[in-house]
């Protein structure tokens, strides 16, 4: 089981920066992949970017997001980060994290689809409110 708590959220205007963190329960998180999606209103939720296992060798990224995202963990503090740049209002959704897995071991293959399928993620976040304004 594991548990998943999103913090960084708030308002920013268009150009600013974010920093969201997800902090993780348990003790083996180095063997979840690790994704944040977002949810705007009157839309579906969608994938924003995702971070392999272990020592989070393989990254992928939504176009959307692509050199202004980055994402990144860090195993001994059982968290995963999103820092936004360049924010635009379009980024404007409830931000969720999400773990898949556990992997079988650290050198499992951690696809494109995978890494994009809701499916995958066993368990979520609550969610954080993020906000751009123009």
């Known amino acids: 089981q594991v548990q998943l708590v999103e913090s960084g959220g708030g308002l920013v205007q268009a150009g600013g920066s974010l920093r969201l963190s997800c902090a993780a329960s348990?003790?083996?998180?180095?063997?979840?992949?690790m994704g944040w999606f977002r949810q705007a209103p009157g839309k579906e939720r969608e994938f924003v970017a995702a971070i392999s296992w272990s020592g989070g060798g393989t990254i992928y990224y939504a176009d959307s997001g692509k050199g202004r995202f980055t994402i990144s963990r860090d195993n001994a503090k059982n968290t995963v980060y999103l820092q936004m740049n360049s924010m635009k209002p379009e980024d404007t959704a409830v931000y969720y994290c999400?773990?898949?897995?556990?992997?079988?071991?650290?050198?499992?293959?951690?696809?494109?689809?995978?890494?994009?399928?809701?499916?995958?993620?066993?368990?979520w976040g609550q969610g954080t409110q993020v906000t751009v304004s123009s």
């Open positions: 348990g003790r083996t998180f180095s063997r979840y992949a």
């Open positions: 999400a773990a898949a897995g556990p992997a079988a071991g650290p050198a499992q293959y951690y696809s494109r689809t995978y890494a994009y399928t809701e499916d995958e993620y066993k368990y």
